[in-house]
């Protein structure tokens, strides 16, 4: 049982550039989520996910798109990756509802130059 | 707007101190609060509270609720240095779907 897994764990991107960042858990979770988080500040919710097929936008989802074909599976795109979107990003699952625990996986440290 | 505070920002004490780490919360439809603590890499769970004025327990970590007052505390008793990390805490946003997290608190036990 491996949890939350992230890939890359690091990546070093052009403006302009895209890239995906790949999330997948083995916990058959509905609910799966990603973060992002700058230095010194709290995670910020940018896109969730409620089961396959179903999306939603967070408090920050400007340049990211996601989708979920599978349980298991839960991709962040980033498109025209501007320098704001700097940060390490979370991946994380839940069984149910955010009234329980979530999972987070071990992140991605992205940077945009 | 849902906002979550945490205070202090960060904080240095002597192994063997006992700290408490205070967060407040203005949450649309509050659910329940939680805590996370986060060393170098991902946030790791600590406690989720529902109930207002039951104690949550684990070791030499203890936390509490108080609903009407809007606010938790995390205790961390007879601290080591390897509680030294930073404490998340977070609460449900008005959809239920997710968590409004906190700023954290940073902290540092000292030998």
């Known amino acids: 049982n491996a949890g939350v897994t992230q890939t890359p764990k690091f990546r070093i991107l052009k403006i302009g550039q895209s890239m995906t960042l790949q999330c997948a858990q083995d916990?058959?979770?509905?609910?799966m989520y990603w973060y992002r988080q700058d230095p010194g500040m709290g995670l910020k919710l940018i896109y969730y996910?409620?089961?396959?097929?179903?999306?939603d936008k967070g408090e920050v989802p400007n340049g990211y798109n996601v989708s979920r074909s599978t349980t298991e599976d839960f991709p962040l795109r980033l498109e025209l990756a501007a320098p704001s979107q700097t940060s390490v990003y979370f991946c994380?699952?839940?069984?149910?509802?955010?009234?329980?625990?979530?999972?987070f996986g071990p992140g991605t440290r992205l940077t945009v130059t | 707007e849902d906002k979550v505070v945490q205070s202090p920002l960060s904080l240095v004490v002597h192994e063997g101190d006992t700290v408490t780490l205070n967060c407040s919360y203005e949450v649309t439809n509050f659910r329940s609060l939680l805590w996370y603590k986060q060393e170098k890499k991902a946030p790791t769970f600590l406690f989720m509270l529902t109930s207002s004025g039951i104690e949550k327990k684990s070791g030499r970590l203890s936390s509490i609720l108080d609903k009407k007052e809007l606010f938790s505390i995390l205790n961390i008793t007879a601290t080591q240095t390897g509680d030294s990390a930073v404490y998340l805490c977070?609460?449900?946003?008005?959809?239920?779907?997710?968590?409004?997290f906190g700023k954290g608190t940073s902290l540092l036990v000292t030998p």
């Open positions: 994380a699952s839940s069984y149910d509802r955010a009234s329980y625990e979530q999972y």
């Open positions: 977070a609460a449900t946003l008005n959809s239920g779907y997710a968590l409004n």
């Open positions: 916990m058959n979770h509905n609910y």
């Open positions: 996910s409620v089961g396959a097929g179903i999306t």
